[in-house]
């Protein structure tokens, strides 16, 4: 049994080797960025760089901006996806095509995607003569804070196959044989769905939820492909700023709200936790 489980440990080895010294490392020397002023001597100033960050009027309209872009994707990616996995649970084999199809987007490189976007809203794109057709004026889309518009258009697009695909391998998981027992004691839809379906499928849309938040999160190159480096104010990530620090060689601001925001994440993720664990006991 030791034997096995060192055979085990050498294939993990070069998995944790590469975690240890491109993530662990960096992460823990960053810290230390952060608490330097950036000069030859590398004097530390404890936390005026973080005072400073938190007073930048341009790191404020990055954080703003990401956490409203992130609170309006996640919550549309989560109930679309799940919505979509019950029908397609409905359909069974009928819906393997769908189900292909839907992940495709996915798979597609963003580049690919980007483009496909920038033609559909172009200010004499498809959706442009569809607004027109219906009697409305042509929007440009793809400037000012009607940028926001096709951003979230297509990060939904784009994540969405995946979290099905989650939401219906959990919903396919769930015995056949429990609605069955359910229905003849008489068990309702409602009762169904919140004594079987939900505490079942809790663990999963627990998952899809932190998966399409931390995408969320990364919504920056769609927003920098399109607007540049300098966007919008409507559009200014916290990404855009990073970038622009760390092209102005700006480490100590890069780390600094490198490891503000990562401490705001950590801190939205325990009281996540802390959800989903009250509610799988209510539900169970």
């Known amino acids: 049994m030791f034997t096995r489980k060192k055979s085990v440990l050498l294939y993990l080895l070069p998995g944790l080797l590469g975690l240890v010294i491109f993530y662990i490392v960096p992460f823990i020397s960053g810290i230390y960025y952060s608490f330097t002023d950036g000069s030859y001597k590398n004097a530390f100033v404890w936390f005026d760089n973080y005072k400073s960050v938190w007073q930048n009027e341009m790191f404020l309209l990055g954080l703003k901006n990401t956490m409203l872009l992130s609170c309006i994707c996640t919550p549309l990616v989560w109930v679309l996806s799940f919505l979509v996995a019950v029908l397609l649970n409905q359909l069974k084999p009928k819906g393997a095509f769908f189900r292909n199809s839907i992940l495709m987007p996915y798979l597609m490189p963003s580049s690919a995607m980007l483009l496909i976007w920038l033609v559909f809203f172009d200010f004499g794109g498809p959706v442009n003569r569809l607004v027109v057709a219906l009697g409305g004026e042509r929007v440009n889309w793809l400037e000012g804070a009607w940028l926001r518009f096709p951003v979230i258009l297509m990060f939904v697009w784009k994540n969405l196959g995946f979290?099905?695909?989650?939401?219906?391998?959990?919903?396919?998981?769930?015995?056949?044989?429990?609605?069955?027992?359910?229905?003849?004691?008489?068990?309702?839809?409602?009762?169904?769905?919140?004594?079987?379906?939900?505490?079942?499928?809790?663990?999963?849309?627990?998952?899809?939820?932190?998966?399409?938040?931390?995408?969320?999160?990364?919504?920056?190159?769609?927003?920098?492909?399109?607007?540049?480096?300098?966007?919008?104010?409507?559009?200014?990530?916290?990404?855009?700023y990073m970038n622009n620090m760390f092209s102005k060689l700006n480490y100590q601001n890069v780390t600094t709200a490198a490891y503000s925001f990562a401490l705001i994440v950590f801190a939205l993720f325990g009281v996540l936790f802390l959800i989903q664990r009250n509610l799988q006991k209510n539900l169970s």
């Open 163 to 240: 979290a099905v695909i989650i939401f219906l391998a959990a919903l396919q998981a769930i015995p056949e044989p429990l609605y069955e027992y359910a229905r003849l004691e008489g068990a309702s839809f409602r009762y169904q769905a919140f004594k079987i379906t939900l505490p079942l499928v809790v663990p999963s849309a627990f998952l899809v939820l932190i998966l399409a938040w931390i995408n969320a999160f990364k919504i920056f190159k769609e927003v920098y492909f399109i607007g540049g480096a300098y966007p919008d104010p409507a559009v200014y990530t916290l990404q855009n």
